[in-house]
């Protein structure tokens, strides 16, 4: 999938205030796009942790060459802190961790937990982002059918993991997992609209479990405005 030639400059509605209150330097600079769901992952991570940090907005389609002397794979999320670059969305979450151990911890502490957490958070970006972006990528009718039950059944697994009563995955707790999903369950009112997508048809758990998850603080303070995420789909989307 290609994101758009123009992208919006900013971020717009909540995730707007979200950025103005990280405008001054800090040790730790994120380099964002705030339409990118893999820097809404970070950005989740950081504002669950409370900790200082200043935002600055890039486009990674412009390769400005200071983000480029920062991060030579000029892609967004990254890091810089003490002069070195950081930059891959599930690194960047384990370093923040590491990086800030007296916050709170957003993995278990027990290891077989945290082992089945990172099981979960692989099967997210090998199997649930794969599949909604062959669903946003999916054009005729045949073809958008069947993306969408690969959608259902790449969706299933993980449901069935998903802690009895929740309301994250692991259950009470918020934790990486759920920072890791959340933007492409934030970005799936463009299946509803356009795919034929509904949260009921994945069960009621995923109803229950993505309600809980939009409605997060740390995740509804990241977003921007749909209109606009809209328009970094819009030349696959139909009218
Ligand atoms: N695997 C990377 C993916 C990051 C990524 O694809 N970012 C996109 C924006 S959403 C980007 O910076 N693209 C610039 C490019 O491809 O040149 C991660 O998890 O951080």
């Known amino acids: 999938m290609s994101y758009p030639e123009v992208i919006y400059d900013r971020a717009t509605g909540v995730a707007a205030d979200t950025v103005a209150k990280h405008a001054e330097p800090q040790p730790l600079v994120f380099y964002a ?3 990118c769901p ?3 992952r ?3 991570a950081l504002e669950e942790k409370g900790v200082p940090y200043q935002y600055k907005e890039v486009n990674p389609y412009k390769k400005d060459p200071h983000f480029l002397a920062v991060n030579p794979k000029g892609l967004v999320p990254s890091a810089e802190v003490n002069g ?3 930059y891959e969305s599930l690194v960047i979450n384990e370093f923040f961790e590491d990086f800030f151990p007296d916050t709170p911890k957003l993995l278990p ?3 077989v937990e945290r ?5 979960w958070i692989d099967y997210i970006s090998k199997t649930v982002v794969p599949a909604f972006r062959q669903l946003v990528l999916a054009q005729d009718p045949a073809e958008q059918s069947k993306a969408l039950s690969n959608y259902y059944e790449a969706l299933k697994p993980f449901i069935e993991q998903i802690a009895p009563g929740g309301p994250y995955f692991l259950g009470a707790k918020f934790s990486l997992v759920d920072a890791t999903i959340a933007p492409w369950v934030v970005r799936d009112f463009i299946h509803t609209k356009y795919r034929g997508y509904e949260r009921s048809a994945a069960g009621e758990a995923w109803e229950k479990y993505s309600q809980a998850i939009e409605t997060r603080d ?3 303070n990241t977003s921007s405005d749909k209109e606009y995420y809209k328009q970094i789909y819009a030349k ?3 009218d």
Do not use: T
């Not at 082992?115 to 099981?119: D, E, F, L, N, S």
């Open 33 to 35: 796009g705030w339409f």
């Open 38 to 40: 893999y820097v809404q």
């Open 42 to 44: 970070n950005w989740i």
């Open 84 to 86: 070195k670059a950081l």
């Open 109 to 111: 502490e027990d290891p």
């Open 115 to 119: 082992a089945r957490a990172r099981i």
């Open 218 to 220: 740390s995740i509804v």
């Open 236 to 238: 696959y989307l139909q």
